[in-house]
């Protein structure tokens, strides 16, 4: 997976040689057969369960780090998953709406509402716009805890009933895994092809140097906000598909200490690529049950390791693989 | 009981809390006025003063003056500590400071949880009893909270104002350029502001030990307020710390007393949001460059 | 590094001791919140799974069907959030491949977990209060802790009827457990002729509540209402109500919360504080639990521990009968069948056909006592029908 680095989001690659692309190439298909495979052989539904967790989270971080593409951090993440879960769920038990539709309008809610409130809260850069991000999300929880009438506050809704693809219901997490596997290449693929874009270029050029993009011509608000849009749709949407999957939602299923897992992930796997997302999820996500044997321990190896990840390895875990590519190639682009 | 009575505690509320916001608040926009760096761990810091003030009153059985000042000590050296190991490598990055703070604070919490247990422990009033003015009842180990953090804050003031290290911070917060210029040393500056702002922290913390008791989880909650207070001050001034933890104690009270604590919360929050996209700077803070 | 080593050290202690037994083993879950506010319950629910692991440990084994079984504990976090007990559930029942749990603790993490415990006929033994969680759907649900539904009527009848209060104020966690207690709470009341004057609700890791109680107090309230406040909660808000000038009875409809309320309020502040108290502490079968329990885990012993105790024990009485350790649906036949079994409690049943058509509740007599000096003294003894 490590060979698709043309698709950086704040980094111009050179052109890779095509040996490389050719290597690239057959370790994503390598890695695309063992994924559709691998699930089959084993009888460990937990292990399943945690691929599960781990493509959503993948979906996660890789929505985050479309925001930070454009050099915002969004500490309120979390409150847009949420969101598209409240809206799929509430539609399923009270309209009875398809869940599949219901992802599908969770995407397109929460991304009208980020366009929304883009337009004013993207007026803020850098640690203000982490901040006012911040509150938004507390803010969000709070409502969703209260308004008991329509989310029913801290009892949750219990029931939500599961994706269902042309009759057959994704009830067991095998079934659910193809359907997760399937929506993240989906989104990997689309953000991958959104940043060699028009788009990705101009979103590059606003993370570098916001009034240099101005004065060059680039509407930095639309395409702050096309950014901002985007990831925080494909995050409802997203997070609507995990509420089918674990069924049941409350305030507290995604809170403030998820944005911040996500933005771990980003940070852990890479922050300027988007494959960085990806790594950072998939690394992150089974830590803690790793962990699990030693109670109280495995939330301080979290902290360390993120904290080492910083310190030895800034650009993240996607530098390691890239350092090892670039053995006698001077091209060195981390920082 | 009547309006007048529900006010007179209302605001008696208000200043206790809004002196504890205070003390969290000024360290916390010291440290970003000066360094840049938002301090995610700044809470942790609280609750290791908590467990200081509790271990030393409640086991050496010392006056709360003494627990006081070890608390702040122990805890400014930790901090000064903490800023040259793992703080100062991000000086040029922001964000990633942020996230080595947030990395930082999830360590303290849990290992302190490791250490001492999730237990909350129950700690004895430094003062008993209640004073009694006409219909009010004030508890004497609030208003101690009250002059003791006034007391400080004067200290900290005079520090600030009339030492030349306090104006040599001062300087470094204003141009760091020019302050390098004139032979500040700023490594110097840096360790030192770091560890007197999580030294207010923890004297913060160990004030409210005996009035809240001490868990390992007590100081997310002041931390929130921290962010809240300074956004409403001012990122990098202390007077609008100052001002704006006293005023969010204030709202904070009359809200909840008038209409509850959920209200309450949210009307915080959204007041906060809207001075951030209004006044991004705050009520005191200066404009950003 | 360190890490590594202990993996290492442990599962090469594991493989040797498990080759030297010629026991098996089996392993019993524990499901709870081992960290933060409602730690005091889940240790209360582990140690008494510990407890009562050691009892047939300590005599080489459950002997089930001519084989001898070394009960094995394995106890994970929920951290009170229903997600994170899904996932551990789903770790203890697919990864652990246990088929009997002692949790989960609060009713968040028991809704989200009874629909998979029920499919994959995974028995759990649950502290949730909430009405659902017992029912004709959740075969293998069982309960027995007394919840708020049994023991609040004939409680707040007997302290109303007792005190004559008339006007009754409270706070509540804005929490699952917060809202749907206060609403029976609520209703109990009315029921008997006092009204809730003053119901305010709080996000749940607030401490400071003066500004709320100053609000209730505003009211006039004869009666403050502690209900199902998380311990700690609990003492910090009869200490502050105290710091206000409150003089009134203070009544705590809910949970054992005891030791933490005399701890945060300290011993003059819980003067005339009437508790619901789930256990007789005069009873000789209870003071030895409590000294044992305190003795191995340094802290003060929670009254929902000896219901955890007592129904592991009759788990492990239902396979005996049944002669299995793995098929729940013999072992929950024989345990349905137990009657007046004699535990630490004294002689307990099954009950709540009428109320929830699932008779998985335990029945078993609780109290009322009062708190004076720092000490409680029972005043009342209750059953689901009336209080005396």
Redesign the interface.
């Known amino acids: 997976m490590e060979g698709s680095s043309t698709a950086t989001l704040g980094r111009d690659e050179p052109r890779l040689a095509p040996r490389r692309r050719w290597l690239s190439g057959a370790a994503l298909a390598v890695a695309l057969v063992a994924a559709l495979v691998l699930p089959q052989l084993t009888t460990n539904q937990f292990y399943i369960h945690l691929a599960n967790l781990m493509l959503l989270n993948s979906i996660f971080a890789v929505s985050l780090g479309l925001i930070a593409s454009v050099g915002q951090?969004s500490l309120g993440h979390a409150a847009f998953v949420a969101a598209g879960a409240y809206v799929s769920a509430l539609a399923a038990l009270s309209f009875k709406l398809p869940p599949i539709l219901g992802i599908v309008l969770a995407g397109l809610v929460t991304g009208l509402a980020a366009v929304l409130l883009g337009k004013?809260?993207l007026?803020?850069r850098?640690?203000?716009f982490?901040?006012?991000t911040?509150?938004?999300g507390?803010?969000f929880t709070?409502?969703v805890?209260?308004w008991e009438s329509v989310t029913h506050g801290a009892n949750g809704l219990l029931g939500i009933p599961a994706i269902s693809i042309f009759g057959l219901p994704l009830s067991t997490r095998l079934r659910f895994y193809y359907f997760a596997l399937a929506a993240f290449i989906f989104v990997v693929t689309f953000v991958w092809a959104l940043m060699r874009s028009q788009y990705g270029r101009a979103f590059r050029s606003i993370a570098e140097n916001v009034r240099l993009a101005e004065s060059s011509g680039i509407d930095v608000s639309h395409y702050q906000i096309v950014a901002f849009a985007l990831g925080s749709g494909i995050a409802g949407a997203a997070g609507a598909a995990m509420v089918h999957y674990i069924r049941f939602l409350s305030p507290d299923s995604f809170t403030f200490n998820d944005s911040?897992a996500y933005?771990?992930m980003l940070?852990v796997g890479g922050?300027h690529t988007m494959i960085g997302g990806v790594l950072g999820a998939l690394f992150l996500t089974p830590l803690p049950e790793l962990l699990r044997g030693f109670v109280?321990?495995q939330?301080?190896i979290?902290?360390?390791i993120?904290?080492c990840v910083?310190?030895f390895i800034?650009n993240g875990l996607v530098s390691i693989g890239r350092s090892f590519f670039n053995k006698g190639s001077e091209t060195g682009t981390s920082k | 009981?009547d309006y007048s009575?529900?006010l007179g505690?209302?605001v008696l509320?208000g200043l206790v809390?809004g002196a504890m916001y205070m003390l969290m608040a000024v360290g916390f926009t010291l440290v970003f006025g000066i360094m840049r760096v938002?301090n995610f761990a700044h809470g942790e810091f609280y609750m290791l003063g908590a467990f200081a003030g509790f271990f030393t009153y409640v086991y050496w059985e010392i006056p709360f003056v003494v627990c006081l000042l070890i608390a702040a000590l122990t805890i400014g050296v930790l901090g000064m500590l903490v800023e040259r190991t793992?703080i100062q490598?991000?000086r040029s990055?922001?964000?990633?400071g942020?996230?080595?703070t947030?990395?930082?604070?999830?360590?303290i919490?849990?290992?302190a949880?490791?250490l001492w247990g999730?237990?909350?422990r129950?700690m004895?009033d430094i003062v008993t009893g209640?004073l009694a003015i006409g219909p009010f009842?004030f508890?004497w180990?609030?208003l101690v909270v009250i002059a003791a953090a006034a007391l400080i804050f004067t200290a900290f003031w005079l520090f600030m104002q009339r030492t030349r290290l306090g104006r040599a911070m001062r300087a470094v917060a204003q141009d760091t350029e020019t302050a390098l210029i004139q032979g500040i040393r700023v490594n110097y500056i840096y360790p030192l502001a770091f560890g007197m702002s999580v030294a207010l922290a923890a004297l913060a913390g160990a004030l409210m030990g005996p009035v809240?008791?001490v868990?390992p989880?007590?100081g997310?909650?002041p931390m929130?307020k921290a962010?809240?207070v300074v956004?409403l001050g001012g990122?990098g001034s202390v007077p609008g710390a100052v001002v704006g933890g006293l005023l969010l104690g204030m709202i904070?009270?009359?809200t909840?007393?008038?209409f509850?604590?959920?209200v309450?919360?949210?009307l915080q929050?959204?007041l906060?949001?809207l001075i951030?996209?209004v006044r991004?700077a705050g009520l005191l803070g200066q404009r950003e460059a | 590094m360190r890490g590594f080593l202990k993996v290492a050290l442990l599962s090469t202690a594991c493989a040797v001791s498990s080759y030297s037994a010629s026991a098996q083993t089996l392993k019993l879950g524990v499901l709870a919140t081992?960290?933060?506010?409602g730690?005091?319950w889940g240790l209360a629910m582990q140690g008494a799974a510990e407890l009562a692991a050691e009892d047939v440990n300590s005599k080489g084994g459950l002997e089930v069907g001519g084989k001898k079984y070394k009960v094995e504990i394995v106890a994970y976090d929920d951290h009170y959030k229903a997600a994170d007990a899904l996932t551990a559930f789903n770790r203890m029942v697919f990864d652990d491949s246990i088929k009997f749990v002692v949790g989960p603790l609060g009713s968040a993490p028991a809704l989200a977990l009874l629909p998979v415990s029920t499919e994959n006929k995974v028995i759990t033994m649950t502290m949730a209060f909430t009405p659902k969680a017992l029912s004709a759907d959740y075969k293998y649900s069982f309960r027995p802790v007394i919840p708020s539904d049994v023991f609040s009527d004939p409680q707040i009848k007997w302290v109303v009827q007792k005190l004559g209060a008339k006007k009754i104020g409270g706070l509540f966690p804005?929490d699952e457990s917060g809202q749907q207690v206060g609403a029976a709470n609520e209703a109990a009341y009315e029921a008997v002729g006092a009204k809730f004057v003053a119901k305010?609700?709080?996000?749940r890791?607030?401490?400071?509540f003066?500004?709320?109680l100053?609000?209730v107090?505003?009211k006039?309230i004869d009666a403050f209402e502690l209900n199902g406040n998380a311990p700690?909660t609990a003492?910090?808000l009869v200490k502050q109500l105290r710091?206000?000038?409150f003089k009134g009875p203070i009544i705590r409809t809910g949970g054992d919360a005891t030791a933490?309320i005399l701890?945060?309020a300290?011993k003059d502040a819980t003067e005339n504080v009437y508790v619901h108290q789930p256990i007789n502490t005069d009873s000789p079968a209870i003071q030895e639990y409590t000294k044992r329990f305190e003795t191995k885990y340094k802290?003060p012993l929670n009254a929902f521990s000896p219901f955890f105790y007592a129904n592991v024990q009759m788990v492990f009485a239902a396979m005996q009968k049944s002669g299995t350790v793995t098929d729940s649906d013999k072992v929950r036949e024989a345990m349905l069948g137990l009657k007046d079994f004699e535990t630490v409690l004294g002689k307990v049943n099954w009950i709540g056909e009428a109320q929830w058509k699932s008779n998985q509740q335990l029945d078993a007599p609780f109290y009322v006592a009062l708190l004076k000096g720092g000490a409680a003294q029972v005043v009342a003894k209750c059953t689901p029908k009336v209080c005396e």
Not at chain 2, 93 to 96: G, N, T
Not at chain 3, 200 to 203: C, I, L, Q, R, V
């Open positions: 951090i004013i809260l007026r803020l850098g640690v203000y982490v901040l006012v911040f509150l938004a507390q803010v709070l409502i805890l209260n911040i933005i771990t940070v922050r109280g321990a939330h301080i979290y902290g360390v993120l904290l910083l310190l800034p | 009981m009575i529900l505690q209302a509320n809390i938002v793992l490598p991000f990055d922001e964000m990633s942020m996230i080595a947030l990395a930082i604070s999830v360590i919490q849990n290992g949880v490791l999730p237990q909350p129950a004895p209640t009842s508890p180990s609030r809240f008791s868990s989880f007590v997310l909650t929130l962010f809240v956004i990122l904070e009270s009359f909840a007393t008038i509850g604590s959920l309450s919360d949210i929050l959204l906060v949001i951030l996209l991004p | 081992l960290s933060g506010a730690t005091a804005n305010e609700f709080f996000e890791e607030r401490v400071d003066v500004p709320l100053t609000r107090l505003a006039g700690q003492g910090l710091e206000l000038g933490d701890k945060v300290g802290t």
